[in-house]
């Protein structure tokens, strides 16, 4: 951290400064293309791949009161939006640095103040002329897709175990152009069971990879379809031949031992293309994160064909739950039914033993120690405990506690213990040994769905127990890869647990490099709440940097209004903000530009569509005159990005692919990143002003500029 403070100075307004020296670390972060960096641990020589703003402040040590300010800042904004924040921490340093050269050109605070809060202001009204709806770009993007090529068809071959009752699938036969028929006697046997504990294909099959289709190990239930490839489970009975949505099954090799697939853009649904129409909004939102977007291209299509009756088209995250897995390559990655986890080999063994047998399910809502107590307990006042659990039989100290617990999981008949909070190791010990799976930590959304679909009641404590919170139907396995393996990953193994009808999606992230686990995480969550922020918006701004440049054409217009002087004791209920800002208004927005200019300049820079900072920005200013010279700079700007051909865009991240595709941004995070933004720097400004300290207090205190100053 020091050195990233080397150009700090000791004048006053030192927290400008330091907001500056650490914003500028997070440069490279902006834009599509991102370098990542490397965070190395001192104490441990462990190094972390990170390529965030949340990552790179939580592996500093941030000692000073404006490093505190622009992690609770980013924390705040990741907590809300999970994006934004690659933003946010550039245009604190931008502006900090912008405010910093007023003050050295003597503008009163007040004037940076009042001036910088209106522009701001100002300009977030003005950029809502750029807002899309997301019917609008639903329909804009099945009207302009291009034909679908082998990176777009191969997103949507997502194959997975439909929810649907077997009179659904009827719905399914009109759209069919070549029916090829199984035999009846292929599912005749298997009822509604044939339509459970099957996995979903791997979306990333457009890479090379074989297509994965992951299910519980010992599941045999297939039958192969003619002369395609692939097998099915029984109650498949048309094979698709022709389909604009999906390339030739004969394509893919898939292992004759896989489940149930069908694609999911096949749905009854008076629009056809709204379900691709939601995997290419998201593409539109990653970015450019390919890894990310495919497998929630196959979330996207799985909850679509699960909400059709409702008509919902809402991405639901608390069906989504992530487990990533380190020893397999990325291409390994995939979308699986149920919950999957990590536990020991011993675990392992006995989920071995669990091979299609129904399991009796406990759900914990807390630790599972012996000093584990809910919040909002109060032991009894007056009482000095000196022994909670007295052993009488000389045993060691907690063998009576667990001896307790594990005759009560017995006594219900329990196998699968899930557990929200940490568990006692040597209480799992004999759990496992007793042929129980006791698994925690388990996030709340998983415990919730696993209780809605087996009936399960959640506890706080085991000693509440009683068999109306015990629920059935669970079943437990090893997970599979996608050459149809169960992996041992030799200290950890990976296991899925499931029920029928459970609608939880475990996005399973697999990479051959331990520093990735967590960038991969991040990547994945960052797409996942996009799409869902855009849909719960109802809208998105365009991206590529439109909705900057109009904010840059907007602040040329405040620039030639006239503003009133200010009347003390009116408009600002303190003299040190009734300084007049008309003749320090140019100069103010100006440095309030300054701030989006510069980020446009840093964008083209990392995507190489410009030599230098210099060059970006008389691109910039090219674009600003010919917006300003049509008499609409919204409408120029649109019709820019329509065309793809904004500040030298191109077709954008997804251009070695040729698909066509725009970008888009959310409307909410994006503006609430610019807010947050302003907001740290005044903040920091005013308190560098307010705080007098040092030994020329006294001086200060005397001198004609004590009158600028409120005292406490």
């Keep these: 951290l020091p050195m990233a403070f080397r150009g700090v100075n000791a004048r006053r307004h030192i927290g400008l400064q330091q907001l500056s020296s650490l914003a500028s670390a997070g440069r490279t972060f902006l834009g599509p293309v991102k370098s990542h960096k490397f965070i190395v641990d001192e104490s441990t020589n462990q190094s972390t791949l990170i390529c965030s703003a949340v990552r790179l402040l939580e592996s500093l040590d941030l000692t000073s009161a404006a490093g505190q300010l622009l992690n609770e800042t980013i924390q705040a904004q990741n907590k809300e939006f999970k994006t934004g924040m690659s933003t946010l921490l550039f245009l604190v340093g931008a502006w900090s640095s912008a405010v910093v050269e007023c003050l050295q050109q003597n503008v009163p605070i007040s004037a940076i103040v009042s001036v910088m809060s209106e522009g701001l202001n100002s300009c977030c009204e003005r950029v809502q002329c750029l807002q899309i709806s997301i019917h609008d770009v639903k329909k804009e993007l099945c009207s302009s897709r291009v034909r679908p090529n082998a990176f777009e068809c191969r997103a949507h071959q997502v194959g997975c175990d439909s929810l649907l009752n077997p009179q659904d699938l009827l719905c399914f036969q009109e759209r069919i152009s070549a029916p090829e028929v199984i035999p009846e006697s292929s599912c005749s046997h298997q009822g509604d069971d044939c339509h459970f504990n099957k996995g979903l294909v791997s979306p990333l099959v457009a890479f090379g990879s074989a297509a994965s289709l992951v299910k519980p190990a010992g599941d045999r239930s297939s039958s192969v379809i003619p002369r395609s490839g692939v097998s099915t489970s029984g109650c498949i009975k048309q094979k698709l031949t022709h389909s604009r949505y999906f390339s030739t099954l004969g394509k893919n090799h898939f292992s004759s031992q896989q489940g149930n697939f069908w694609g999911h853009s096949l749905r009854p649904s008076a629009d056809p293309c709204e379900c691709c ?135 219900f008949e329990v196998s699968l213990v899930l557990v929200k909070g940490s568990v006692c190791k040597n209480l799992r010990d004999r759990c496992t040994a007793s042929r129980i799976l006791v698994v925690g930590p388990v996030p709340q959304d998983v415990l919730c769905a696993f209780g809605e679909v087996t009936g399960a009641q959640p506890v706080t404590y085991l000693s509440q127990l009683n068999p109306s919170c015990v629920g059935n139907g669970a079943q437990a396995g090893l997970w599979e890869a996608s050459d149809g393996r169960a992996m041992d990953l030799g200290e950890l193994v990976p296991v899925q647990i499931n029920v029928r009808g459970i609608p939880l999606l475990t996005a399973v992230l697999t990479t051959a490099v331990a520093s990735k686990v967590q960038l991969l995480e991040d990547q994945f969550w960052t797409s996942v709440y996009r799409l869902h922020h855009a849909l719960e918006d109802g809208k998105v701004f365009p991206g590529g940097g439109a909705v900057e440049l109009l904010c840059l054409s907007h602040i040329q217009v405040l620039t030639e209004q006239p503003v009133r002087p200010a ?139 004590s009158s600028e100053f409120m005292f406490l």
């Design 277 to 411: 129409d939601l995997g290419h909004l998201a593409m539109a939102l990653s970015h450019g994160n390919r890894t990310g977007i495919k497998l929630l291209q196959s979330i996207v299509a799985y909850q679509q064909e699960r909400a059709e009756c409702s008509g919902s088209s809402q991405l639901n995250i608390t069906e989504i739950v992530t487990c990533p897995l380190l020893g397999l390559p990325e291409s390994c990655s995939c979308v699986s039914r149920g919950f999957v986890t990590l536990v020991s080999p011993e675990q392992a063994a006995v989920i071995k033993q669990f091979k299609d047998k129904p399991l009796r399910i406990l759900l914990v809502d807390g630790d599972l120690t012996e000093q584990y107590r809910h919040l909002g307990f109060n032991r009894p006042h007056n009482v000095r405990t000196i022994l909670e659990h007295p052993n009488l039989e000389g045993g060691r100290a907690g063998d009576t506690w667990l001896s307790r617990m594990l005759d009560i999981l017995v006594g």
């Design 567 to 705: 009347k003390a004791g009116k408009e600002f209920p303190s003299p040190w903000l009734a300084a007049p800002v008309a003749e320090y208004k140019p100069l103010v927005l100006q440095a309030l530009a300054s701030g989006w200019k510069r980020y446009l300049s840093v964008v083209m820079c990392n995507m190489a569509k410009a030599l230098s900072e210099l060059e970006a920005c008389a691109l910039v200013d090219h674009h600003l005159r010919k917006a300003a010279d049509s008499g609409s700079p919204s409408a120029y700007i649109l019709e820019l990005f329509r065309r793809g051909d904004l500040l030298g865009s191109g077709s954008g991240p997804f251009a070695d692919h040729n698909e066509g595709l725009r970008v888009y941004d959310n409307v909410a995070a994006k503006t609430e990143a610019w807010r947050r933004a302003l907001d740290l720097v005044l903040l920091v400004l005013q308190t560098d002003a307010e705080i007098i300290t040092g030994p020329r207090r006294n001086e200060l205190l005397n001198s004609p500029m």
